[in-house]
């Protein structure tokens, strides 16, 4: 039964992975261009949004690939390892970067006036999961690292 949520979730991840990754090679440039054609009074903010957006995407699967040793470790019982402490904390730091930048390129937009409503609050939500991921992340590996110092002190007594 373990085994079946975990590899339903590591197929989660993948399909997370597969359906950013298309939407990075396929649909975010002829989206930039459409609306460069719109708005020509924006057009030269159509790279620098690109560039903004697909930085982004670096911390992302790098955060993906740290999860799916997460769930490695969850196989093969490491959960409370010095390993799955360290993949939880450079999720919150993929995190963190991702919070950074999209702070900065909303800062961008706004001295821009281009940072229309709409684009806004898609900004804000992914501002919003962003932060609760890395507050989660945060909290799991401070109780990660609780656990394994009351292991390592009941190691000592036995």
């Known amino acids: 039964m373990k085994q079946g949520k975990i590899l339903l979730l590591k197929a989660a991840v993948y399909v997370m992975g597969i359906v950013i990754l298309c939407l990075c090679v396929f649909a975010l440039p002829t989206l930039a261009h459409e609306a460069?054609?719109?708005?020509?009074?924006?057009?030269?903010?159509?790279?620098?949004?690109?560039?903004?957006?697909y930085l982004t995407a670096i911390p992302f699967f790098y955060a993906l690939y740290q999860s799916l040793k997460l769930l490695n470790n969850l196989i093969n019982n490491l959960v409370f390892s010095k390993t799955a402490v360290h993949?939880?904390?450079k999720i919150k730091h993929c995190a963190g970067s991702i919070i950074i930048i999209y702070v900065i390129g909303m800062l961008f937009l706004?001295?821009?006036?281009?940072?229309?409503?709409?684009?806004?609050?898609?900004g804000l939500a992914i501002l919003f999961f962003t932060i609760m991921i890395l507050l989660f992340s945060a909290v799991l590996q401070d109780l990660l690292k609780k656990v394994m110092s009351l292991k390592s002190e009941n190691e000592l007594f036995i």
Do not use: R
């Not at 460069?36 to 957006?53: C, D, R, S, T, W």
């Not at 706004?110 to 806004?120: D, I, R, S």
């Open 36 to 53: 460069a054609a719109m708005n020509p009074e924006f057009a030269y903010l159509q790279y620098p949004v690109l560039i903004g957006l």
């Open 87 to 89: 993949s939880l904390g």
């Open 110 to 122: 706004v001295t821009q006036n281009a940072l229309h409503p709409g684009v806004a609050l898609i």
